[in-house]
Protein backbone atom coordinates (compact mmCIF):
# COMPACT_ATOMS: atom_id res chain seq x y z
CA UNK A 1 0.00 0.00 0.00
CA UNK A 2 2.88 2.26 0.36
CA UNK A 3 2.73 4.43 -2.82
CA UNK A 4 6.45 5.60 -4.44
CA UNK A 5 4.72 9.34 -5.91
CA UNK A 6 5.70 11.59 -3.27
CA UNK A 7 1.96 13.56 -4.51
CA UNK A 8 -0.09 10.60 -2.84
CA UNK A 9 -0.72 9.18 1.06
CA UNK A 10 1.67 6.15 1.75
CA UNK A 11 -0.29 3.38 3.22
CA UNK A 12 0.65 0.39 6.08
CA UNK A 13 3.54 -1.35 6.45
CA UNK A 14 4.14 -5.16 6.77
CA UNK A 15 2.32 -5.98 9.94
CA UNK A 16 3.18 -8.75 12.17
CA UNK A 17 -0.72 -10.44 13.01
CA UNK A 18 1.09 -12.51 15.87
CA UNK A 19 1.48 -9.69 18.22
CA UNK A 20 -2.62 -9.13 18.06
CA UNK A 21 -2.92 -13.12 18.46
CA UNK A 22 -7.13 -13.28 18.91
CA UNK A 23 -7.70 -10.20 16.80
CA UNK A 24 -5.55 -11.07 13.69
CA UNK A 25 -8.38 -12.45 12.43
CA UNK A 26 -10.46 -9.34 12.63
CA UNK A 27 -6.96 -7.40 11.42
CA UNK A 28 -6.93 -9.70 8.50
CA UNK A 29 -10.73 -9.25 7.54
CA UNK A 30 -10.66 -5.38 7.86
CA UNK A 31 -7.69 -4.83 5.54
CA UNK A 32 -9.46 -7.27 2.92
CA UNK A 33 -12.03 -4.92 2.77
CA UNK A 34 -10.17 -2.15 2.88
CA UNK A 35 -8.33 -3.26 -0.01
CA UNK A 36 -11.49 -4.23 -1.89
CA UNK A 37 -12.62 -0.35 -1.62
CA UNK A 38 -15.39 -0.94 1.18
CA UNK A 39 -14.26 2.20 3.27
CA UNK A 40 -17.19 2.80 4.81
CA UNK A 41 -17.61 -1.26 5.67
CA UNK A 42 -13.86 -0.43 7.75
CA UNK A 43 -15.18 2.52 9.44
CA UNK A 44 -18.39 0.69 10.57
CA UNK A 45 -17.00 -2.66 11.73
CA UNK A 46 -14.23 -0.92 13.62
CA UNK A 47 -16.45 1.93 15.47
CA UNK A 48 -18.15 -1.43 16.97
CA UNK A 49 -15.18 -3.23 18.28
CA UNK A 50 -12.79 -0.84 20.03
CA UNK A 51 -10.28 -3.33 21.36
CA UNK A 52 -9.71 -3.40 17.27
CA UNK A 53 -9.22 0.12 17.05
CA UNK A 54 -7.39 0.71 19.64
CA UNK A 55 -4.32 -1.24 18.51
CA UNK A 56 -1.73 0.52 16.16
CA UNK A 57 -2.43 -0.75 13.51
CA UNK A 58 -6.07 -0.64 13.93
CA UNK A 59 -5.48 3.47 14.10
CA UNK A 60 -3.32 3.49 11.30
CA UNK A 61 -6.08 1.22 8.84
CA UNK A 62 -8.96 3.70 9.95
CA UNK A 63 -6.63 6.99 9.37
CA UNK A 64 -6.16 5.30 6.04
CA UNK A 65 -9.68 4.65 5.53
CA UNK A 66 -10.51 7.80 5.92
CA UNK A 67 -7.95 9.68 3.92
CA UNK A 68 -10.10 7.69 0.60
CA UNK A 69 -12.90 8.75 1.81
CA UNK A 70 -11.14 12.33 1.76
CA UNK A 71 -11.50 12.94 4.83
CA UNK A 72 -7.97 14.24 5.23
CA UNK A 73 -8.26 15.88 9.02
CA UNK A 74 -10.13 12.87 10.39
CA UNK A 75 -6.97 10.87 9.09
CA UNK A 76 -4.28 13.09 10.00
CA UNK A 77 -5.99 12.81 14.05
CA UNK A 78 -6.37 8.65 13.92
CA UNK A 79 -2.73 8.78 12.44
CA UNK A 80 -1.22 10.54 15.20
CA UNK A 81 -3.47 8.24 17.55
CA UNK A 82 -1.13 5.14 16.03
CA UNK A 83 1.51 6.96 17.25
CA UNK A 84 0.39 7.59 20.86
CA UNK A 85 -0.18 4.12 21.21
CA UNK A 86 3.24 2.69 19.02
CA UNK A 87 5.88 5.89 19.05
CA UNK A 88 7.83 3.43 16.83
CA UNK A 89 4.98 2.99 13.83
CA UNK A 90 7.02 4.64 11.27
CA UNK A 91 4.30 4.23 8.66
CA UNK A 92 2.02 6.28 10.55
CA UNK A 93 4.96 8.86 10.35
CA UNK A 94 5.47 8.40 6.74
CA UNK A 95 1.37 9.13 6.53
CA UNK A 96 1.52 12.29 8.61
CA UNK A 97 4.40 13.76 6.49
CA UNK A 98 2.54 13.18 3.16
CA UNK A 99 -0.39 14.81 4.99
CA UNK A 100 1.81 18.06 5.30
CA UNK A 101 3.02 17.95 2.16
CA UNK A 102 -0.60 17.90 0.18
CA UNK A 103 -1.31 20.63 2.73
CA UNK A 104 2.10 22.81 1.30
CA UNK A 105 3.72 22.47 4.79
CA UNK A 106 7.04 21.09 3.38
CA UNK A 107 8.85 21.48 6.42
CA UNK A 108 6.36 19.28 8.64
CA UNK A 109 6.62 16.71 5.62
CA UNK A 110 10.47 16.47 6.33
CA UNK A 111 10.03 16.41 9.96
CA UNK A 112 7.75 13.36 9.97
CA UNK A 113 9.51 11.36 7.31
CA UNK A 114 12.91 12.04 8.82
CA UNK A 115 11.45 9.87 11.90
CA UNK A 116 10.18 7.61 9.71
CA UNK A 117 13.75 6.72 8.61
CA UNK A 118 15.22 6.94 12.62
CA UNK A 119 12.83 4.17 12.71
CA UNK A 120 13.06 2.04 9.57
CA UNK A 121 16.14 3.22 7.45
CA UNK A 122 15.37 0.64 4.55
CA UNK A 123 12.24 1.88 3.65
CA UNK A 124 11.80 2.76 0.07
CA UNK A 125 8.90 5.38 0.20
CA UNK A 126 10.07 7.62 2.88
CA UNK A 127 13.63 7.74 1.33
CA UNK A 128 12.60 8.47 -2.17
CA UNK A 129 10.03 11.12 -0.17
CA UNK A 130 12.54 12.74 1.13
CA UNK A 131 14.89 12.93 -2.32
CA UNK A 132 12.23 14.29 -3.75
CA UNK A 133 11.58 17.29 -1.15
CA UNK A 134 15.14 17.63 -0.81
CA UNK A 135 15.30 18.41 -4.51
CA UNK A 136 12.57 20.88 -4.47
CA UNK A 137 13.89 22.36 -1.31
CA UNK A 138 17.31 23.19 -3.31
CA UNK A 139 19.59 20.71 -1.10
CA UNK A 140 20.98 18.61 -4.07
CA UNK A 141 23.49 16.59 -1.76
CA UNK A 142 20.92 15.50 0.63
CA UNK A 143 18.60 14.85 -2.04
CA UNK A 144 20.87 12.74 -4.25
CA UNK A 145 21.69 11.07 -0.81
CA UNK A 146 18.50 9.47 -0.54
CA UNK A 147 18.08 8.88 -4.13
CA UNK A 148 20.97 6.54 -3.44
CA UNK A 149 19.05 4.56 -0.41
CA UNK A 150 16.09 4.43 -2.34
CA UNK A 151 18.28 2.78 -4.86
CA UNK A 152 19.66 0.61 -2.49
CA UNK A 153 17.09 -0.21 -0.46
CA UNK A 154 14.00 -0.70 -3.22
CA UNK A 155 13.54 -4.42 -4.07
CA UNK A 156 10.40 -3.27 -6.77
CA UNK A 157 13.36 -2.80 -9.11
CA UNK A 158 11.31 -3.25 -12.04
CA UNK A 159 8.65 -0.60 -11.22
CA UNK A 160 8.97 2.71 -13.45
CA UNK A 161 9.91 4.81 -10.83
CA UNK A 162 12.82 2.43 -10.07
CA UNK A 163 13.74 2.15 -13.49
CA UNK A 164 13.85 5.68 -14.40
CA UNK A 165 16.19 6.81 -11.44
CA UNK A 166 18.24 4.22 -11.78
CA UNK A 167 18.61 4.95 -15.79
CA UNK A 168 19.06 8.72 -14.69
CA UNK A 169 21.84 8.19 -12.15
CA UNK A 170 23.66 5.81 -14.63
CA UNK A 171 23.81 8.21 -16.82
CA UNK A 172 25.22 11.07 -14.37
CA UNK A 173 27.47 8.65 -12.89
CA UNK A 174 28.98 8.10 -16.65
CA UNK A 175 29.22 11.48 -16.80
CA UNK A 176 31.25 12.02 -14.15
CA UNK A 177 33.40 9.25 -15.15
CA UNK A 178 33.78 11.59 -18.52
CA UNK A 179 34.72 14.71 -16.40
CA UNK A 180 37.26 12.64 -14.31
CA UNK A 181 39.41 11.20 -16.96
CA UNK A 182 39.47 15.08 -18.11
CA UNK A 183 40.90 15.65 -15.14
CA UNK A 184 43.98 13.17 -14.94
CA UNK A 185 44.81 14.37 -18.38
CA UNK A 186 45.26 18.17 -16.99
CA UNK A 187 46.42 17.18 -13.96
CA UNK A 188 49.86 15.79 -16.22
CA UNK A 189 49.88 19.45 -17.19
CA UNK A 190 49.45 21.06 -14.22
CA UNK A 191 46.28 23.01 -14.95
CA UNK A 192 44.87 23.86 -11.98
CA UNK A 193 42.36 26.61 -13.42
CA UNK A 194 40.88 23.60 -15.89
CA UNK A 195 41.40 20.89 -13.14
CA UNK A 196 38.80 23.74 -10.79
CA UNK A 197 36.57 23.81 -13.48
CA UNK A 198 35.98 20.37 -13.84
CA UNK A 199 35.55 19.61 -10.87
CA UNK A 200 32.93 22.28 -10.17
CA UNK A 201 31.04 20.51 -13.21
CA UNK A 202 31.15 16.96 -11.25
CA UNK A 203 29.54 18.20 -8.36
CA UNK A 204 26.82 20.04 -10.79
CA UNK A 205 26.31 16.79 -12.24
CA UNK A 206 26.64 14.54 -9.06
CA UNK A 207 25.95 16.19 -5.65
CA UNK A 208 27.05 13.12 -3.61
CA UNK A 209 31.19 13.68 -4.53
CA UNK A 210 32.98 14.14 -0.74
CA UNK A 211 36.31 14.09 -1.69
CA UNK A 212 35.75 16.36 -4.69
CA UNK A 213 34.50 19.24 -2.54
CA UNK A 214 37.64 18.87 -0.52
CA UNK A 215 39.68 18.97 -3.50
CA UNK A 216 38.03 22.80 -4.72
CA UNK A 217 38.72 23.71 -1.15
CA UNK A 218 42.25 22.85 -1.15
CA UNK A 219 42.20 24.68 -4.99
CA UNK A 220 40.96 27.52 -3.21
CA UNK A 221 42.47 27.84 -0.21
CA UNK A 222 45.60 27.48 -2.93
CA UNK A 223 44.22 30.76 -4.53
CA UNK A 224 43.42 32.24 -1.81
CA UNK A 225 40.28 32.29 -2.57
CA UNK A 226 39.25 32.42 1.15
CA UNK A 227 36.07 32.53 1.14
CA UNK A 228 35.20 29.93 -1.27
CA UNK A 229 37.52 27.81 0.29
CA UNK A 230 35.77 28.12 3.50
CA UNK A 231 32.75 27.41 2.18
CA UNK A 232 33.52 23.96 0.54
CA UNK A 233 35.37 22.93 3.04
CA UNK A 234 32.04 23.76 5.38
CA UNK A 235 30.40 21.58 2.79
CA UNK A 236 32.94 18.70 3.54
CA UNK A 237 32.16 19.07 7.30
CA UNK A 238 28.00 19.66 7.57
CA UNK A 239 27.41 16.19 4.37
CA UNK A 240 30.34 14.09 4.57
CA UNK A 241 32.93 12.15 7.18
CA UNK A 242 36.02 14.61 8.15
CA UNK A 243 39.12 14.30 9.28
CA UNK A 244 40.42 16.79 12.02
CA UNK A 245 42.56 18.30 9.07
CA UNK A 246 38.80 19.88 7.89
CA UNK A 247 38.34 21.18 11.23
CA UNK A 248 41.87 22.91 11.47
CA UNK A 249 41.02 24.17 7.74
CA UNK A 250 37.49 25.76 8.76
CA UNK A 251 39.22 27.04 11.85
CA UNK A 252 42.23 29.09 10.09
CA UNK A 253 39.69 30.47 7.31
CA UNK A 254 37.45 31.46 9.60
CA UNK A 255 40.04 33.25 11.73
CA UNK A 256 41.54 35.10 8.42
CA UNK A 257 37.99 36.20 7.29
CA UNK A 258 37.07 37.46 11.00
CA UNK A 259 34.65 34.90 11.72
CA UNK A 260 36.22 34.56 15.06
CA UNK A 261 33.31 32.89 17.01
CA UNK A 262 33.93 30.24 14.67
CA UNK A 263 37.07 29.96 14.57
CA UNK A 264 37.03 29.46 18.14
CA UNK A 265 34.74 26.61 18.07
CA UNK A 266 36.75 24.78 15.11
CA UNK A 267 39.88 25.38 17.04
CA UNK A 268 37.97 24.03 20.39
CA UNK A 269 36.94 20.51 18.14
CA UNK A 270 39.77 20.27 16.81
CA UNK A 271 41.59 20.27 20.33
CA UNK A 272 39.78 17.27 20.42
CA UNK A 273 41.36 15.18 18.30
CA UNK A 274 45.32 15.89 18.63
CA UNK A 275 47.28 14.61 21.24
CA UNK A 276 48.75 16.39 24.34
CA UNK A 277 52.34 17.46 23.88
CA UNK A 278 52.14 17.28 19.95
CA UNK A 279 52.82 20.36 18.05
CA UNK A 280 49.45 20.97 16.60
CA UNK A 281 48.41 20.84 20.06
CA UNK A 282 50.14 23.51 21.85
CA UNK A 283 49.42 25.83 18.46
CA UNK A 284 46.06 24.77 18.54
CA UNK A 285 45.91 25.95 22.37
CA UNK A 286 47.77 29.16 21.32
CA UNK A 287 44.75 29.92 18.71
CA UNK A 288 42.24 29.34 21.41
CA UNK A 289 43.93 31.77 23.93
CA UNK A 290 44.06 34.16 21.48
CA UNK A 291 40.74 33.90 20.39
CA UNK A 292 39.17 33.34 23.94
CA UNK A 293 37.34 37.11 24.05
CA UNK A 294 34.47 36.04 22.23
CA UNK A 295 33.77 33.72 25.11
CA UNK A 296 32.96 36.90 26.77
CA UNK A 297 30.55 38.34 24.11
CA UNK A 298 26.84 37.10 25.32
CA UNK A 299 25.10 38.74 21.58
CA UNK A 300 27.69 37.39 19.24
CA UNK A 301 27.66 33.80 21.10
CA UNK A 302 23.84 34.22 21.06
CA UNK A 303 23.45 34.64 16.93
CA UNK A 304 24.58 30.80 16.67
CA UNK A 305 21.46 29.70 19.00
CA UNK A 306 19.13 31.64 16.61
CA UNK A 307 21.25 30.32 13.53
CA UNK A 308 20.62 26.77 15.10
CA UNK A 309 16.90 27.72 15.38
CA UNK A 310 16.15 29.06 11.96
CA UNK A 311 18.10 25.90 10.42
CA UNK A 312 16.26 23.79 12.38
CA UNK A 313 13.03 25.10 11.22
CA UNK A 314 13.91 24.84 7.68
CA UNK A 315 14.79 21.44 8.05
CA UNK A 316 18.86 22.13 7.80
CA UNK A 317 19.65 19.80 10.20
CA UNK A 318 23.17 19.53 9.67
CA UNK A 319 23.69 23.13 10.39
CA UNK A 320 21.05 22.80 13.21
CA UNK A 321 24.08 20.55 15.01
CA UNK A 322 26.98 22.80 13.81
CA UNK A 323 25.11 26.06 15.24
CA UNK A 324 23.58 24.55 18.47
CA UNK A 325 27.45 22.97 19.17
CA UNK A 326 29.09 26.09 18.68
CA UNK A 327 26.60 27.63 20.65
CA UNK A 328 27.38 25.41 23.75
CA UNK A 329 31.14 25.51 22.69
CA UNK A 330 31.15 29.28 23.27
CA UNK A 331 28.72 29.70 25.88
CA UNK A 332 30.76 26.79 27.68
CA UNK A 333 27.38 25.02 28.97
CA UNK A 334 26.17 21.73 28.63
CA UNK A 335 22.39 22.26 28.01
CA UNK A 336 21.02 19.04 28.04
CA UNK A 337 17.64 20.29 26.21
CA UNK A 338 20.02 21.37 23.45
CA UNK A 339 21.95 18.14 23.50
CA UNK A 340 19.13 15.91 23.04
CA UNK A 341 18.24 18.06 20.07
CA UNK A 342 21.71 17.29 18.09
CA UNK A 343 21.67 13.81 19.35
CA UNK A 344 18.24 13.42 17.71
CA UNK A 345 19.25 15.37 14.44
CA UNK A 346 22.32 13.05 14.46
CA UNK A 347 19.91 10.38 14.06
CA UNK A 348 18.09 12.03 11.46
CA UNK A 349 21.68 12.48 9.80
CA UNK A 350 22.13 9.05 9.80
CA UNK A 351 20.01 6.46 11.21
CA UNK A 352 21.46 3.58 10.13
CA UNK A 353 24.42 2.90 12.60
CA UNK A 354 22.30 3.77 15.54
CA UNK A 355 19.62 1.06 14.35
CA UNK A 356 22.22 -1.28 13.29
CA UNK A 357 23.39 -1.36 17.15
CA UNK A 358 19.60 -1.80 18.95
CA UNK A 359 19.08 -4.79 16.36
CA UNK A 360 22.70 -6.18 17.04
CA UNK A 361 22.09 -6.20 20.98
CA UNK A 362 18.84 -7.94 20.12
CA UNK A 363 20.22 -10.82 18.89
CA UNK A 364 21.52 -12.90 22.03
CA UNK A 365 18.34 -12.72 23.58
CA UNK A 366 16.42 -13.81 20.61
CA UNK A 367 18.62 -17.02 20.41
CA UNK A 368 18.15 -17.58 24.23
CA UNK A 369 14.50 -17.75 23.65
CA UNK A 370 14.34 -19.75 20.78
CA UNK A 371 12.85 -17.20 18.83
CA UNK A 372 14.66 -17.97 15.76
CA UNK A 373 12.47 -16.61 12.82
CA UNK A 374 12.40 -13.13 14.27
CA UNK A 375 16.56 -13.44 14.73
CA UNK A 376 16.35 -14.52 11.13
CA UNK A 377 14.43 -11.36 10.38
CA UNK A 378 16.68 -9.12 12.40
CA UNK A 379 19.82 -10.66 11.17
CA UNK A 380 18.80 -9.58 7.33
CA UNK A 381 18.13 -6.41 8.63
CA UNK A 382 21.36 -5.75 9.96
CA UNK A 383 23.24 -7.04 6.75
CA UNK A 384 21.20 -4.99 4.94
CA UNK A 385 21.57 -1.62 6.59
CA UNK A 386 25.19 -1.84 8.25
CA UNK A 387 29.21 -1.88 6.25
CA UNK A 388 29.80 -4.75 4.29
CA UNK A 389 32.88 -6.95 6.42
CA UNK A 390 31.37 -4.64 9.06
CA UNK A 391 31.67 -6.89 12.75
CA UNK A 392 28.03 -6.80 13.05
CA UNK A 393 27.20 -7.82 9.34
CA UNK A 394 29.68 -10.94 10.44
CA UNK A 395 27.98 -11.89 13.41
CA UNK A 396 24.14 -11.10 11.28
CA UNK A 397 25.43 -14.34 8.70
CA UNK A 398 26.60 -16.44 11.66
CA UNK A 399 23.65 -16.07 13.24
CA UNK A 400 21.35 -16.33 10.44
CA UNK A 401 23.00 -19.72 8.87
CA UNK A 402 22.63 -21.22 12.81
CA UNK A 403 18.75 -20.27 13.31
CA UNK A 404 18.27 -21.29 9.53
CA UNK A 405 20.01 -24.89 10.29
CA UNK A 406 17.89 -25.33 13.61
CA UNK A 407 14.68 -24.42 11.97
CA UNK A 408 15.59 -27.21 9.26
CA UNK A 409 16.13 -29.64 11.95
CA UNK A 410 13.36 -29.19 13.25
CA UNK A 411 11.11 -29.36 10.16
CA UNK A 412 12.84 -32.33 9.29
CA UNK A 413 13.17 -34.41 12.55
CA UNK A 414 11.17 -32.31 14.83
CA UNK A 415 13.98 -31.44 17.22
Known amino acids: MEETSIENTSGLSGVNFDKNKGHS ?11 SGRYNDV ?17 LLLGNTYNQLGKKDEALNYWKKAIEISPLEYSAYINIGNYYYSSGNLNEAVLNWQIATTIMPENPTVNLNLALVYDKKGNRIKSTKYFEKYLKYETKVTSHEYVMIKHRFANLTAKVDFYAKKVEEYKLQHDLQTIATLYLKMIATYANLPS ?60 EYLPEGTSYYTKVKLQLNTLSSVLNDPELIETHLQKAREAEANNEYEVAIDEYENYMILSESDNEE ?39 DVCDRIMKL ?30
Open 25 to 35: DKLTRLYELYE
Open 43 to 59: VSSMQTDTLVSSTSYGQ
Open 212 to 271: IYANIAEIFSFDKNYEKAYEFYQIVYLNFSYSVKVLLELANLAYILGKKSYSYAYYKRAQ
Open 338 to 376: IQQRVDKYKLFVNPEPFVVNVLYSQIPDLMNKKKLSACV
Open 386 to 415: ANDHSKEVIYAMKCKAECKRIIIAREQFGV
